[in-house]
């Protein structure tokens, strides 16, 4: 029978009809291309073959073909263990991750196993010596995702690092910066620290309210020209939610590490935005008098009373909520930009259509087009105002149409921005929750440092004794020596029988 191809050749546990690989240190001249190699990985047994081997002879399993003509050196340098009699190499790595890997000898290229985490199974691809070139786009893509997510692992827990810690060569000012910013910008730090946070979002709160009651009549009290303006106590409230909001900034920006990266921030952007028109209208107030008449001083300075109204996105800096939504509209540019375009399309066709059908009644509300946009807006988004309605069969025919292709156009893109929110939410809550960890292991590994290491590390197999001289070459029986990679677990010896918390969370 023909020999079986691709992956069903890899799985026979006995090649009876191959050359076999030599003997250690022996010089053989066969052809590579008919030896067969005999690997366990992670206690799976599997039957290479050198000319599917040899396509890619800077991979680790190509260069096992030639390795035995160097000796045992060698041999070790490749893998975790060689049985002379069986003439068997022993990998302590992943199966499931080496069955992906080797795809790469009869397909050329590599796909990643769902449940594997990638960045583990990058460094099983590097172990083994396979180019990531070989992976494909959308495991490449998965890859990348979870190098950001580390990332941020990481400077979420160097951000906590620097929190915590404190250099006694630093100056009494910078220390004091590093106070106030983490008192300001930390709430978590402190017990003080959370009170200023609620009062801050109090005190926005409070000036939203006040703006919206200043501009009731019954509230409003009149000059000495008979204008209505505000009462003087909502303006005084006003005045001292400014001050604070002042104060808050003025502190953060000394206190800031990096002033250029705080003033371009969005969310202090808005600070600014928030709190300088009340200082621009009262610098108009009393000196803008004097370079303009008095009726533009109050346009100008009821103009910029109307920017107050960006102080309400100042809740956004207290609210994890209003960030995550924020974050999800950006990420949800494309589905809104197909639904202003379903819009779009809706609005200039069946507004069209109403004008058309609309023109054979004398007292029609469809003077032209472009007012009719009004009226398919107002139909299509579900609203109704009623100023502009059809009044003819045909016309209200259009309009039923309208109302329900605008339901459907509005419901399509929904589904996939509440999917961003609710993944973009999650994923706050693992990077928070994995950052935690981070720091509680890397305390464990500490605390148990001068106790001697439990589960076995790097420095803990290179530091044991070394073999007594005149031994037999190691066996599969002998101790594994240490893998090329930082996700090898080293296996327990019969005097530690638990793993640490670090390993088992590898």
């Given at each position: 029978?023909?020999?079986?191809?691709?992956?069903?050749?890899?799985?026979?546990?006995?090649?009876?009809?191959?050359?076999?690989?030599?003997?250690?240190?022996?010089?053989?001249?066969?052809?590579?291309d008919d030896i067969e190699i005999v690997v366990n990985v992670g206690g799976v047994r599997q039957v290479l073959y050198g000319d599917l081997l040899s396509q890619y002879p800077e991979t680790r399993l190509a260069e096992l073909i030639n390795c035995l003509?160097?000796?045992?050196?060698?041999?070790?340098?490749?893998?975790?263990?060689?049985?002379?009699?069986?003439?068997?190499?022993?990998?302590?790595?992943?199966?499931?991750?080496?069955?992906?890997?080797?795809?790469?000898?009869?397909?050329?290229?590599?796909?990643?196993?769902?449940?594997?985490?990638?960045?583990?199974?990058?460094?099983?691809?590097?172990?083994?010596?396979?180019?990531?070139?070989?992976?494909?786009?959308?495991?490449?893509?998965?890859?990348?995702?979870?190098?950001?997510?580390?990332?941020?692992?990481?400077?979420?827990?160097?951000?906590?690092?620097?929190?915590?810690?404190?250099?006694?060569?630093?100056?009494?000012?910078?220390?004091?910066?590093?106070?106030?910013?983490k008192f300001l910008e930390k709430p978590e730090s402190s017990c003080p620290a959370r009170v200023v946070a609620v009062l801050s979002f109090l005190l926005i709160l409070v000036s939203s309210v006040v703006m919206c009651m200043g501009t009731i009549p019954?509230?409003?009290?009149?000059?000495?020209?008979?204008?209505?303006?505000?009462h003087p106590t909502l303006e005084n409230v006003e005045t001292a939610c400014i001050g604070w909001f002042t104060l808050e900034y003025l502190l953060r920006l000394f206190s800031s590490p990096n002033k250029l990266h705080f003033a371009l921030s969005f969310?202090?952007?808005?600070?600014?935005?928030?709190?300088?028109?009340?200082?621009?209208?009262?610098?108009?107030?009393?000196?803008?008098?004097?370079?303009?008449?008095?009726?533009?001083?109050?346009?100008?300075?009821?103009?910029?009373?109307?920017?107050?109204?960006?102080?309400?996105?100042?809740?956004?800096?207290?609210?994890?909520?209003?960030?995550?939504?924020?974050?999800?509209?950006?990420?949800?540019?494309?589905?809104?930009?197909?639904?202003?375009?379903?819009?779009?399309?809706?609005?200039?066709?069946?507004?069209?259509?109403?004008?058309?059908?609309?023109?054979?009644?004398?007292?029609?509300?469809?003077?032209?087009?472009?007012?009719?946009?009004?009226?398919?807006?107002?139909?299509?988004?579900?609203?109704?105002?009623?100023?502009?309605?059809?009044?003819?069969?045909?016309?209200?025919?259009?309009?039923?149409?309208?109302?329900?292709?605008?339901?459907?156009?509005?419901?399509?893109?929904?589904?996939?921005?509440?999917?961003?929110?609710?993944?973009?939410?999650?994923?706050?809550?693992?990077?928070?929750?994995?950052?935690?960890?981070?720091?509680?292991?890397?305390?464990?590994?500490?605390?148990?440092?001068?106790?001697?290491?439990?589960?076995?590390?790097?420095?803990?197999?290179?530091?044991?004794?070394?073999?007594?001289?005149?031994?037999?070459?190691?066996?599969?029986?002998?101790?594994?020596?240490?893998?090329?990679?930082?996700?090898?677990?080293?296996?327990?010896?019969?005097?530690?029988?638990?793993?640490?918390?670090?390993?088992?969370?590898?």
């Open positions: 029978m023909p020999a079986e191809p691709g992956p069903a050749r890899a799985g026979r546990m006995d090649g009876s009809g191959e050359r076999s690989l030599p003997e250690p240190g022996s010089q053989s001249s066969a052809a590579s003509a160097g000796g045992y050196d060698t041999i070790f340098s490749l893998c975790d263990d060689y049985d002379p009699g069986k003439r068997e190499f022993y990998f302590d790595r992943d199966p499931d991750a080496f069955k992906c890997v080797i795809e790469v000898y009869y397909f050329g290229e590599v796909h990643m196993k769902k449940g594997i985490c990638p960045i583990c199974f990058k460094n099983e691809m590097d172990f083994w010596k396979v180019d990531l070139k070989f992976l494909d786009d959308c495991c490449k893509s998965h890859l990348s995702e979870k190098r950001e997510e580390l990332e941020e692992i990481a400077r979420r827990v160097q951000l906590i690092l620097d929190d915590l810690g404190v250099d006694a060569a630093e100056g009494r000012w910078r220390r004091c910066q590093k106070c106030v910013w019954e509230l409003q009290v009149l000059d000495a020209e008979g204008n209505r303006v505000e969310m202090n952007i808005v600070d600014v935005l928030a709190i300088l028109p009340f200082y621009v209208s009262l610098t108009l107030t009393h000196l803008g008098a004097r370079m303009m008449e008095l009726t533009n001083v109050q346009q100008a300075v009821q103009a910029l009373r109307i920017m107050r109204i960006a102080r309400i996105f100042k809740l956004a800096r207290h609210s994890s909520g209003l960030q995550t939504l924020t974050y999800a509209l950006k990420r949800s540019f494309k589905e809104l930009g197909l639904l202003l375009m379903y819009l779009a399309v809706g609005i200039f066709v069946f507004s069209a259509l109403g004008y058309t059908m609309e023109q054979s009644h004398p007292e029609t509300l469809f003077k032209s087009i472009p007012q009719s946009f009004w009226w398919a807006i107002i139909t299509m988004t579900t609203v109704g105002y009623g100023d502009i309605y059809p009044k003819t069969t045909l016309g209200k025919l259009n309009a039923a149409i309208s109302f329900l292709c605008g339901v459907i156009a509005i419901a399509l893109p929904i589904h996939p921005i509440i999917n961003n929110f609710v993944r973009y939410y999650n994923k706050q809550r693992v990077l928070e929750t994995a950052a935690k960890h981070e720091l509680e292991l890397m305390e464990l590994n500490s605390s148990s440092g001068g106790e001697g290491k439990t589960g076995g590390s790097r420095s803990d197999l290179d530091n044991l004794p070394p073999e007594p001289a005149g031994k037999e070459a190691p066996s599969c029986s002998s101790r594994l020596k240490l893998s090329h990679s930082d996700t090898f677990i080293p296996l327990l010896t019969e005097e530690k029988h638990h793993r640490t918390r670090l390993q088992s969370c590898k």
